[in-house]
């Protein structure tokens, strides 16, 4: 299909949904109202239902262990949203069976029809964001913009993998005219799926890092094992119904539970695997890509790691337009997003007068249960974080210059949560937690005289996922040249570092954050699921 014919389908069906309202985290700040209407029944609908036995879902049937988890809301602990299955080696292998037994069809099948299957996928999920979008709030305290913005994600990641096998033939392509004289030869590129592939996602954004790199290695024509964050496997489960519904095959989408050291291991030392596609820490990241380089030959491996993104801010910025976007990507998900702002470094000249703009809008955070309308900031996601919390805090008090923030909240009902205040610091830069990604509500703070020396201190950390900037049009270049992070921004109110789309902004990290150099989102990244065959033909003469 034309380029232009796939832009106008997916402009058309934006329009169809919720008046002409698209949702993006760029455009999430002023939703109209009937999506809070259908946000607050989803919430109720969940409340009244919730704490079944969820199951797994293996060669399309239903699959139960007898040792379950629990999984609870991090809003509050007392909410059992539901029991889930503690898969060990023994589902794992079978999933991979399941999806190996599945591979030959799938692959074999009309890539066009493969991506009329994952249309209606990608179509399921809009049906459903309401109903996911209230779990993934319940299960991981994310607010309801963000929330809805990660089902939304997802249905639009599926979406740009499709229109990607559109616009490039399936990966089938004509190759020049073979220079050999005398023989009539036909040269084509086919890009041909691995087989199996194993996706492993992080809690942060539990829908689209699951959904899209499940959703590129399924339009490529690889069968997929899921296994979810033990924190978020809820939505996980919803996930593998949307694939399952829009009929995805029995055995092509299997989805699995339980710990990232038993079937998680599993799946990453399994030889039946053909390629990986893991979103988490650096620590477990690189474990699964020494351990899968193990194997015996070389398989793909596209590991999305951890994040330490700073934002630099010159005299010459709108310093309401930088405190504005740096408070939102400080904060936004409690500072637990792989992009999240947690380091902002202040010309000098500007830093007092920044800093109390960021600090205004910082202190008027309404905090509390997410699934609120009136709350932005939920809680942390689990009872590590939360302690951990506590543990940079009291070190950050001793090193550096706590604003505000660095105390739990435990007023009233916060205290059945994990509920953490949102905290700016004042920090020497030869401080170890510059370097540190703690993954929570902590921003930390240094002036610069130096624009050179800014960007050199902005590249001094082992990660390079994303940065944001806010200065003139002339420094702009200085940190587009020089900056060592695969997504970047300046001037961006909505978000400093935050904030990226399918098909607007590939996602994707340098350095410690990410393996493959290619991001999500973007225009190179369905061929990462795929090998390729040179198929040259000679016609009689
Ligand atoms: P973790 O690395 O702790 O876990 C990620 C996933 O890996 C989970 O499903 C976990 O399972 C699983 N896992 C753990 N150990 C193993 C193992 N030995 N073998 C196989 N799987 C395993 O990350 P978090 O969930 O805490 O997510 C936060 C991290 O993710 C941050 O570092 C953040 O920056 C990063 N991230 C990166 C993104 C990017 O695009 N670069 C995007 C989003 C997040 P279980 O939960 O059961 O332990």
Redesign the pocket.
Known sequence: MAAKKVAKKAAKKAAKSNGSFKLTYATMFNPPEVMHTNFDKAVAKFRAEMGKDVPMLINGEDRFTEAKFDDRSPINTDWLLGTFQKGGVEEGKAALAAARAAAPQWANLKWKDRVKILRKAAAQIEKRLYEIGAVVAMEIGKNRMESLGDVQETADLISYYCDQMELNNGYIKPMGKDPLVGYNATNVSALKPYGVWVV??????PFA?AGGPSGAALAAGNTVVF?????TPYSGRLLAECFRDAGVPAGVFNYVTG???TI??E??SNPEVDGIT?????D??M??YKTFATGKHPRPCIA????KNPAIVTAKADLDVAAQGIMRSAFGLQGQK?SACSRVYVENRVKDQFVEKLLDLTNKIAIGDPTQRANWLGPVANKNSYHDYANYSEELSQGGEILTGGKHLLEGDLGKGYFCAPTLVYLPTDHRLWKV?M?LPITTIAGYDDLDAALQLANDVDYG?TAGFYGSKKQMQLFFDNIEAGVTYANRPQGATTGAWPGFQP?G?WKG??STGKAGGSLYYVPQYLHEQSQTIIEKA
């Open positions: 492993i996602s992080p809690f942060n954004f890092l296994k979810p964050a033990s924190d710990g990232g050291s998680g291991q799946l990453i893991f979103t988490g820490s650096y477990v990241g474990h699964i999305e790691m951890g994040g792989c990604e993954f996922l996602f990290g954050s990410g």
